[in-house]
């Protein structure tokens, strides 16, 4: 896999426990640079990962900062990344949570430096797959969306200049490629401007 | 009698103290229960660990339970509830510099109450004019009552949160610290994190939850549904000891005892005269008076604050689609039927012989006064019911109330927002 690649992986590693921070940074000699982050939290947080663009996060099941780092993942979806888990579980079924929870993969309980640079590798390729698939998802989702309300202000056009379905669209495409811009992006224009005047 | 072992999870917070109290007098064993208490560091840790069965009930935010039978959130297991934990308990706390701008830049909007969004609305304006950084608002979960009460506060104002400011999920401890840096201007967190940050000099709340939807439902005590269908008894256990509780908690002296038990390491673990103002309520603060402190700013249990009314599910419900959190088509009358059990409610108050309501919707934002509820097995005093923009939620027409709002971020339409039958 990318282990032997010239420019090493970054991980930023989310965890007040040293001696597993240790253990991290050993096992990923060589392969990866480990940034620690236990004193940031929120915004700042969110500002580390921004500018450090890591290729994954490792953080600990107990740290109060999962909120943050879920909400990014999975709400925000503002370029989320791989996450690995520390999750203490002796039957694992915390760690199955966790993993349909946005979480790539998990270290259950001990850890050794042998195992460190295998999971996080896992967990890169797992998250490749996982976002291509989102990425895909949303973006029928969107084409979806766009096509709706296209449709209502191509109705809007129709009805308020008294011209065709092909004309409407035609008018919509020729304000789209003037103005640069998405052709959804117009039609909400129109729709939000059409509304304005109502009632 | 036999006594079962229970895990309950708890997030170390002011409105933990219904679990706290009926642990440290002695509710859960009368009730042959063996509860041990863990504490939890986040929202996300405390779904995953009730999900996989580590713990077997939750503190958990009122949110938390309908948002688990939506297709967006992460959870492979449904929550249900049967008892409100707290009505209240949340403000908006902001900078010390936020203030000073606020009163600049609208004073007569600071000297209302409630403070309305009208004077953040003119912060936010220059600082688009003048092409500086937003302002950073910080809410504890997505799924939160905290991040709809900030949310619908700036709405209400014509501010949209997820454009004009950055909205940031941060752990409140920490956010405190964070104020005087300058690192977020605003919070709306719990107690006792707004009473920390007026304690230390940092900043100021200037406005309750309660005061953007008076009487807001808070933390619940979520259980899985698997786990209520199976252990209908231990449940019903489980209800009595913790009701019994926040019976309990609505004495002022009880109240003052659960300051001192709240105050140990192994709960909140924070100094007691940071936990008083929202428990002791009035008259804590020697120098000026906090909003904290006010009437009503925590309620345990008058005003039928335990019970699970299924239209609370539904106007939170209402509020994931209003800011794009649902995104497919959902049938949320089911969800409201199916993750509130007021009939669980019901036996365990008759039980405790406690004044119960017999429906299970209500309007809110309707009336300025208290009412008297007749739908009860005998009358049950309301309290005023208000939005702070003055509106009305009305549970048998969601749609229109989606509709309504002028600030909105919906993923979906409004017509894939059913009732059901």
Redesign the interface.
């Known amino acids: 896999m990318e282990s032997n690649t010239e420019t090493p992986l970054i991980v930023l590693l989310i965890d007040s426990n040293a001696n597993r921070a240790k253990i991290v940074e050993e096992g990923l000699k060589g392969a990866a640079v480990v940034k620690q982050a236990t004193e940031l939290?929120?915004?700042?947080?969110?500002g580390l990962v921004r500018q450090l663009q890591p290729d994954a996060i490792i953080i600990d099941?107990?740290?109060?900062?999962?909120?943050?780092i879920?909400?990014?993942q999975?709400?925000a979806r503002e370029n989320p990344k791989p996450v690995v888990m520390f999750v203490e579980?002796g039957d694992g079924?915390?760690s199955?949570?966790?993993v349909?929870?946005?979480v790539s993969a998990y270290i259950v309980d001990g850890l050794s430096t042998n195992r460190v640079l295998p999971v996080l590798e896992i967990a890169i390729e797992r998250f490749k797959m996982v976002d291509a698939l989102m990425k895909d998802l949303q973006k029928s989702?969107e084409d979806l969306?766009a096509r709706?309300v296209i449709e209502r202000a191509k109705g809007i056009l129709m009805e308020k200049r008294k011209i065709s379905e092909n004309e409407a669209y035609a008018t919509l495409r020729s304000i789209a490629m003037k103005q640069g811009k998405k052709m959804k992006d117009i039609a909400e224009n129109i729709l939000s401007v059409s509304s304005l005047f109502d009632d | 009698m036999a006594t079962e072992d229970l895990n309950i999870g708890f997030v170390p917070l002011t409105d933990s103290a219904p679990l706290i109290v009926a642990k440290e007098k002695g509710l859960f064993e009368k009730h042959g229960l063996n509860v041990t208490l863990s504490r939890?560091?986040?929202?996300?840790?405390i779904?995953?660990?009730l999900?996989?069965?580590?713990i077997d009930a939750a503190h958990m935010l009122a949110p938390m339970v309908p948002a688990s039978w939506i297709g967006e959130a992460?959870?492979?297991e449904k929550f249900v509830t049967a008892l409100t934990l707290n009505l209240n308990g949340n403000a908006i706390t902001v900078s010390n510099k936020l203030y000073d701008q606020l009163t600049e830049a609208d004073r007569d909007a600071m000297l209302e109450r409630p403070i309305s969004a009208r004077a953040i609305r003119k912060v936010i304006a220059q600082r688009i004019e003048r092409g500086q950084e937003p302002l950073?608002i910080?809410a504890?979960?997505?799924f939160s009552s905290h991040n709809y009460a900030v949310r619908y506060w700036l709405g209400a104002e014509g501010i949209n949160p997820d454009r004009d400011v950055?909205m940031?999920?941060?752990?409140p401890?920490?956010?405190v610290e964070?104020l005087e840096q300058g690192?977020?201007d605003a919070f709306c967190v719990g107690e006792p994190w707004n009473t920390m940050a007026e304690h230390r000099g940092l900043g100021r709340s200037i406005v309750t939850s309660a005061e953007v939807w008076r009487n807001t439902p808070e933390k619940v005590l979520g259980v899985r549904r698997h786990w209520a269908q199976e252990n209908e008894r231990l449940h019903f256990s489980l209800l009595s000891a913790v009701l019994e509780a926040l019976v309990l908690l609505d004495d002022r002296n009880v109240r003052q005892e659960a300051v001192t038990l709240l105050a140990r390491p192994e709960y909140v673990n924070v100094p007691a005269a940071v936990l008083a103002p929202a428990l002791s309520g009035p008259g804590i603060l020697q120098n000026r008076r906090s909003l904290i402190e006010s009437d009503d700013f925590l309620i345990f249990h008058h005003y039928a604050a335990n019970f699970p009314w299924r239209s609370h599910a539904l106007w939170y419900l209402t509020q994931m689609a209003r800011w794009g959190?649902i995104?497919s088509p959902v049938v949320v009358g089911e969800i409201a039927e199916q993750a509130y059990m007021p009939e669980m409610y019901r036996l365990v108050a008759d039980e405790l012989k406690l004044t119960y309501p017999t429906s299970d919707y209500k309007m809110e934002g309707n009336t300025d006064r208290a009412w008297l509820l007749r739908d009860a097995n005998d009358s049950l005093v309301m309290p005023r019911s208000s939005f702070i923009d003055g509106t009305v939620f009305n549970p048998s027409d969601l749609r229109a109330y989606i509709e309504s709002f002028v600030r909105h971020n919906l993923?979906i339409?409004p017509a894939d927002f059913s009732a059901g039958s």
């Open positions: 939290h929120g915004a700042e947080l969110l099941c107990d740290s109060p900062d999962r909120d943050t879920e909400n990014l999975l709400v579980d079924a915390l199955k949570e966790a349909r929870a946005g989702k969306e709706k | 939890e560091n986040s929202w996300s840790q779904r995953d660990k999900t996989a069965g580590t992460p959870s492979s950073t910080g504890v979960f997505p950055r940031v999920v941060a752990p401890p920490f956010m964070q690192i977020v959190q995104q993923r339409d």
